[in-house]
């Protein structure tokens, strides 16, 4: 079935280890973003990519870090992670830009 | 200000009646607009878009969209247990590719 795919499903961390978030999509679409998920404060985008080979800074950039070396996968990295990390990681993608996003399944992160 | 806003809820309806969610946006050139549901512990799923303003029909759900007064529903008619859920509101952000959502609203359909 034709998707997102992000893993792992769930982590418990330690704060101050580093972690990258998996995110592949088989749907060729060239936009690709994460957002954090968090109650009371909705989505919040965190980082984007407009296409392969670009990324730039959403609403909640720091502490996060992203590449996009292909159009299939956009890796998301805490490269020391903090409690105000926990949440849930939700990576999505568009194509054509501008009709909707398709959600992969999330990833719920705690870290501790 | 938020960019964008629902009440929290939660808005109970009971089963078959019309459940009307909200929402207001701040950006007056916004042109596109979306309803998202998400179930408890699951990904949000797209169920409605609107791109002008009136009505946008699609089996019991209905989109109406008002630029003029920068304000966006969903309307589900004969609501069942099933539509149970948070109704998540997104504006595209104009000239960019990325969306704002509300904190959405949770709906309750009570059997």
């Known amino acids: 079935t034709a998707g997102i795919t992000q893993a792992p499903t769930s982590q418990i961390l330690a704060a101050g280890r580093s972690m990258t978030l998996r995110c592949t999509q088989d749907?060729?679409?060239?936009?690709m973003y994460w957002y954090r998920q968090d109650l009371g404060l909705g989505l919040r985008l965190i980082h984007y990519?407009?296409?392969?080979?670009?990324?730039g800074k959403g609403e909640v950039p720091d502490g996060y870090s992203v590449s996009r070396a292909n159009t299939d996968d956009f890796p998301l990295t805490l490269a020391s992670a903090v409690p105000s990390q926990t949440s849930v990681y939700f990576c999505a993608s568009s194509d054509p830009q501008g009709v909707g996003y398709t959600f992969g399944s999330g990833t719920r992160l705690t870290v501790v | 200000q938020k960019e964008v806003e629902q009440n929290s809820g939660p808005l109970s309806v009971p089963e078959g009646a019309i459940a009307s969610l909200n929402c207001t946006y701040s950006?007056?050139?916004?042109?596109?607009f979306f309803w998202y549901r998400q179930y408890s512990g699951k990904s949000p799923e797209l169920i409605m878009s609107?791109?002008?303003?009136g009505d946008k029909e699609d089996g019991r759900f209905t989109a109406q969209l008002n630029k003029a007064s920068q304000y966006v529903s969903l309307l589900i008619r004969d609501s069942q247990p099933s539509d149970s859920a948070t109704y998540l509101c997104?504006?595209?952000?104009?000239?960019?590719?990325?969306?704002?959502f509300g904190t959405g609203t949770r709906l309750k359909v009570l059997a």
């Open positions: 997104a504006v595209l952000t104009s000239g960019t590719y990325k969306y704002i």
């Open positions: 749907m060729r679409h060239n936009a």
């Open positions: 950006d007056r050139v916004s042109q596109s």
């Open positions: 990519s407009n296409t392969a080979g670009t990324t």
């Open positions: 609107i791109y002008s303003n």
